[in-house]
């Protein structure tokens, strides 16, 4: 397993994260069409149509065997089965089925439950049509000296960084992030800053309050960039009962942090309020930005390197109507860095906003894709975005507006087309959550894995 | 120079509000001994001003988060000023190992089903051992629990236990949380007892602490209740006043609450203080009518809602039903356990000790502030047909209000700090890989 990855960790964080940044210097490369546009710099591509979608997938009390599961979707249009479920692993629980990952060779895919604080690392290179669980990580709590809510994998040169939620002594939204092996071995946890720990960490503002949520990196730019969301006691909480409790409503997020990307430090400390959740990074060579959204207070954010070199963010545009409370969810960022997708939960919405100029985006599409949305997964070129319908176990609406599912959609450049619908209520599997894509192409070329980005820069 | 003077501005508005803050809710501030003293008296996440824009974040950090082990059972054999001798339930003793037993298993969150929910997860060492951040609880899978966590402070001294008295005993109290569906959700009492069998770490332990008795439903129950019942915490600045006499222990505004207290706003008719010592409570069942107000009451057609430091919205109501996975439980109190139509929306009378670090207050904690209590109180709780005799309008001053505050904030024990701290040192029991769980027993290989 360990000889197979496609290069050497070996060669430490530094000279990865310059090749890094020499890969994307010279743009996309063009033999990738097909793969998601919010994955790590670092990881493997897939070359051409994606065959699978991994669904992780929350179990509901009282349906079916009631724990989560991942759900393999068959999305190539040239098999039979296309736009089936043909594959699913349970895997014990309900541990609040949140985000998954990929290792960067792409062969494990990390999934974690933010209430169990359970890691999942499934096996999806053996048999890609039919994911099995390798491994479950369950020490994380302890491991990290007491980080809870495991949230997103994100791929690092043989390292899996994992952003938290929480903490295990009050639930609240104090919290870090924690390194791993792609092999499943702990590494360091990184704590978010405090005020009374800023860790070197200038307060740009008047927010410093360790909350935590997505990670994204810009390699060429030796930066990391953290968010913030809430803690265990709110993401947890019944939806409609913590909107009417005063005091919970003051625990969401407020910041975001710009970190040293191989040193690990934390730089800056922004106030970005409303919590802000998914980021994502421009991906060509001179666009050295990445956008967030703000779940409350509904804002479109830029984080941005200025003329001076200085990091800054920015409130650059609304979403819908925010007095509305209209819930940005997921996001994600066409290959091009013309366009931004945003998902507005509480309509059911997706919006399309024209990035092109990334300090005026513009929405100019919107669709509504049902009763309720949460994620996006679009392909590399762009053409095909498969959406699913869970936020949070005990924030999903109910009676008939919990609608969930699994779609597809074409893209044309002005209209969505529907393709497909899995209702995952009536195969009795749960709720759907984050997308992940599967391929044959990514391990038949293996040992050597030539199409990560990386592994182009190495030849 | 701009961007300076800016966060300067920032700074003083912020030591602003924070003044304000202190001044009208504690005095916590007691000689230095190396413990942080704002870590131990309340949350780490600091939220106070958190309605204005002008909000400036003052958080620690978790790792911080360190304590010191303490002689606890002092607490139990020299009990502070202003509380009477614990009395223990027949044939039981109080010893050093039972204490620290009960110390671990309270802080062991492997004591849930999917391992992630201790005692100590409601009932917060710095939060006054309940959780200043909600209003009811939440447990297993983020399960709504109808009530606001009580504070484990002198929970010794209470003949019943819950808001509607339905247990009489500690002992068996803890088998509630350890077995109920929406808090830790254990499936039975023999799965409690073989998990913790199986968990190196009380290998011989409760053989030691009970004589060779080993771990059994009661031994777990005696042990907690051992550990509870040394959180004793009086010798407050108003009992220095009040029984040793310190005539400038109190302020005179804190004097004038006392009076308030016993005399004009009745509160000592439930909220008992003799000569002797002062429980504040007659661990009695009464309506005050604030049950009744929120079985009986009519939801507003908007609710505000709090989106960011000085953001606020107004949701219509029903979109936020939209979202409520189920109907907000309702509260019958005393009712519930006797089915007599007269014990309706009677609660327990709640100690006040350490009241400063216990808010949200009332049985579901609907009262964000001790003023807000006190308001309620002086406009006759809310009538209804089975309304306390003992509650009516008051007709209290604002001076008298803020007075009857300023009592209350005096009533904050002087070992705080102490047992804090020792929380602060128990050990978290988060589970690893030797511990019981199917990903460990089977042939997959995990760290």
Not at chain 1, 71 to 93: K, L
Not at chain 1, 122 to 130: A, K, Y
Not at chain 2, 382 to 402: K, Y
């Amino acid at each position: 397993m360990k000889e197979m990855l496609p290069f050497k960790w070996a060669r430490g964080a530094v000279a990865s994260a310059l090749i890094g940044a020499v890969a994307l210097v010279g743009g996309v490369p063009t033999a990738v069409q097909a793969d998601e546009t919010c994955m790590s710099p670092y990881m493997a591509k897939i070359v051409g149509q994606e065959d699978f979608v991994y669904v992780w997938t929350l179990g509901v009390e009282g349906m079916g065997d009631e724990q989560d599961k991942l759900v393999t979707i068959s999305v190539n249009p040239d098999a039979d089965d296309y736009g089936e479920v043909v594959h699913i692993v349970s895997v014990g629980g309900r541990n609040e089925a949140h985000h998954s990952g990929l290792s960067d060779d792409r062969r494990f895919l990390w999934a974690g439950g933010l209430d169990s604080n359970k890691i999942f690392i499934f096996d999806v290179h053996s048999n890609p049509r039919e994911p099995s669980l390798h491994k479950v990580i369950t020490n994380f709590v302890d491991k990290t000296g007491g980080m809870v809510g495991p949230h997103t994998f994100y791929a690092l040169p043989g390292r899996i960084m994992v952003s938290a939620l929480s903490n295990n002594v009050d639930h609240g939204g104090r919290t870090g992030m924690a390194e791993y092996t792609s092999e499943g071995e702990f590494v360091a946890a990184h704590w978010f800053p405090t005020d009374d720990d800023l860790r070197g960490a200038d307060k740009t503002g008047n927010f410093a309050d360790g909350y935590g949520y997505d990670v994204r990196v810009l390699p060429r730019r030796n930066v990391m960039l953290t968010s913030s969301f809430t803690g265990w006691s709110n993401y947890m909480m019944d939806f409609g009962q913590m909107l009417s409790d005063p005091e919970a409503m003051k625990r969401f997020g407020n910041t975001m942090v710009v970190w040293d990307l191989h040193t690990r430090k934390p730089k800056k400390v922004f106030d970005v309020p409303g919590a802000p959740l998914e980021i994502r990074c421009a991906w060509s060579g001179t666009n050295n930005y990445c956008f967030t959204t703000t779940a409350l207070t509904s804002k479109i954010w830029l984080i941005y390197e200025d003329k001076d070199g200085e990091w800054q963010a920015d409130e650059v545009a609304d979403i819908g109507d925010p007095s509305k409370v209209p819930l940005p969810v997921d996001i994600s960022i066409t290959a091009d860095d013309q366009g931004l997708w945003v998902q507005t939960f509480m309509d059911g919405k997706t919006r399309y906003f024209d990035i092109s100029d990334p300090h005026n985006p513009k929405q100019t599409y919107e669709h509504e894709i049902g009763s309720q949305v949460n994620m996006i997964s679009q392909s590399w070129d762009g053409k095909r975005a498969y959406f699913t319908t869970s936020l949070l176990g005990s924030w999903d609406k109910t009676g008939k507006d919990d609608e969930q599912w699994f779609k597809l959609y074409h893209w044309n450049g002005k209209k969505l087309d529907h393709q497909f619908t899995i209702d995952f209520y009536q195969l009795k599997l749960g709720r759907a959550h984050q997308m992940r894509f599967g391929a044959y192409s990514l391990y038949s070329q293996a040992p050597n894995s030539s199409d990560t980005m990386l592994s182009q820069v190495e030849q | 120079m701009i961007i300076n003077m800016l966060k300067l501005y920032a700074w003083s508005l912020f030591l602003f509000f924070c003044c304000i803050f202190i001044s009208s809710s504690t005095i916590l501030l007691a000689d230095d001994d190396g413990v942080d003293k704002e870590a131990v008296f309340g949350p780490g996440d600091r939220k106070h001003g958190y309605d204005k824009e002008s909000y400036v974040t003052n958080s620690l950090s978790v790792t911080a988060r360190k304590g010191k082990q303490a002689d606890l059972l002092q607490f139990f054999n020299e009990i502070p000023l202003g509380l009477p001798k614990m009395k223990l339930p027949g044939g039981s003793t109080m010893t050093e190992e039972k204490i620290s037993l009960g110390r671990r298993l309270f802080f062991d969150r492997r004591l849930s089903l999917n391992d992630t929910f201790s005692c100590a997860i409601c009932h917060i060492p710095e939060q006054g051992f309940t959780n200043n951040e909600l209003a009811t609880a939440l447990g297993f899978e983020g399960r709504s629990v109808k009530r606001n966590s009580p504070t484990i402070y002198n929970v010794g001294y209470y003949n019943v236990f819950f808001h509607d008295a339905r247990e009489d005993s500690l002992e068996q109290q803890v088998w509630s949380p350890l077995l109920a569906r929406n808090e830790m959700a254990n499936p039975s009492i023999g799965y409690v007892i073989n998990k913790i069998k199986r968990i190196k770490e009380y290998e011989g332990l409760f053989e030691a602490a009970f004589d060779g008795k080993g771990l059994t439903m009661e031994t777990v129950g005696e042990a907690l209740s051992s550990y509870q019942r040394t959180l004793n915490s009086a010798n407050s600045r108003f009992d220095q006043w009040y029984y040793a006499k310190q005539e400038d222990a109190l302020t005179e505004d804190e004097k004038a609450g006392f009076a308030l207290f016993t005399g004009k706003g009745k509160c000592s008719a439930c909220h008992l203080i003799n000569e002797e010592y002062a429980l504040f409570t007659d661990n009695l069942l009464h309506n005050t009518g604030h049950g009744y107000a929120v079985s009986m009451g009519i939801q507003p057609e908007k609710t505000r809602v709090q989106l960011a430091p000085g953001v606020f919205v107004n949701v219509d109501t029903e979109i936020i039903d939209s979202v409520r996975q189920s109907p907000k439980q309702n509260d019958v109190g005393l009712y519930t356990i006797t089915q007599n139509p007269f014990d309706r929306w009677k609660f327990r009378t709640p100690i006040l000790r350490n009241v400063a670090l216990t808010a949200p207050y009332m049985h579901d904690g609907a009262f964000t502030n001790l003023r807000k209590v006190v308001e309620f109180y002086n406009q006759g709780g809310v009538p209804n047909e089975l309304l306390s005799p003992l509650i009516s309008p008051l007709n209290l001053t604002e001076q008298e209000i803020d007075q009857l505050v300023a009592f209350m904030l005096s009533l904050t024990g002087d070992n705080i700090e102490i047992l804090v701290a020792d929380g602060f040192a128990a050990p978290i029991g988060d589970i690893r890989t030797q511990d019981p769980n199917w990903a460990h027993d089977s042939e997959f290989k995990t760290e």
